[in-house]
């Protein structure tokens, strides 16, 4: 059984290796960090290699989307650097993700392969007038983490809206990970789709992806408290 602290995952939203070595020592409470596609590109490895030095856990969320052969290649490359999960899109098609879980058993290595139903900065209107999608919005993510599913990922990124109905279709064995989280003392800026901690928690998260609330913090420590704290009450 995980502790409430343990299930907060905070992103290294920076552009190089010695920000995001200042933002971890800022939080020393903090086990599980996220990197996502700018830091990777800037940094490489090396933040990957500084994250487990100390011993932290590792969201590598580079977001994969391509042809079958280059997201099982890429999936086995990003696999090898051990990291706890690693995402690509739902979008790709049964047959790309059928693809990655293929080269993950290949490696015989504990990442959990996480899809991305739908990104958290659109809304139902962008998504049935820009993106030209006919199912409402819930529904589409639902169907994105059954094709998931389907293909044996691990589980799937999702807004906290959509957990409820995604842990009771695909049960509780199928991880999910919401960003869009927001305490109750902050703003919810460019996501359209957000909740508190708490509430995402009860409606079936197992992850939550919190990262301006503490990052941009006057204090960040205090915020991290005050976080784990309202999950705690």
């Not at 070595?21 to 086990?31: M, R, S």
């Not at 997201?71 to 790309?96: D, F, S």
């Not at 197992?206 to 503490?214: E, F, K, Q, W």
């Given at each position: ?11 290294l ?6 920000s995001?070595i ?19 590109v ?70 959990k ?22 199912l ?25 809206q959509?957990?409820?109905q ?62 784990c ?5």
């Amino acid at each position: 059984m995980m502790l409430p602290q343990e299930r907060i995952i905070v992103p290294l939203d920076v552009s190089d290796l010695d920000s995001a070595i200042a933002q971890v020592e800022k939080l020393p409470d903090v086990t599980f960090w996220k990197v996502g596609l700018e830091l990777f590109v800037s940094t490489g490895t090396s933040i990957l290699d500084y994250l487990k030095q100390q011993e932290k856990r590792i969201f590598l969320d580079l977001k994969f989307h391509d042809i079958p052969n280059t997201i099982a290649g890429a999936c086995r490359a990003a696999i090898n650097y051990e990291v706890e999960l690693l995402t690509l899109h739902a979008t790709a098609g049964k047959q790309a993700l059928q693809a990655a879980v293929e080269a993950k058993q290949s490696l015989n290595y504990s990442t959990k392969l996480i899809a991305v139903t739908l990104l958290t900065s659109i809304n139902a209107r962008e998504l049935a007038f820009e993106l030209k999608v006919p199912l409402e919005l819930p529904e589409y993510a639902l169907q994105m983490a059954i094709l998931a599913q389907e293909a044996r990922l691990d589980g799937a990124v999702c807004s906290p809206q959509e957990a409820s109905q995604l842990r009771e279709v695909c049960g509780n064995n199928f991880c999910l990970v919401c960003p869009g989280v927001r305490p109750y003392f902050a703003q919810s800026s460019d996501q359209k789709r957000v909740m508190t901690p708490k509430e995402a928690l009860k409606a079936g998260a197992d992850y939550l992806v919190i990262g301006r609330p503490i990052t941009n913090a006057a204090n960040p420590e205090i915020a991290w408290q005050q976080i784990c704290q309202e999950i705690k009450n």
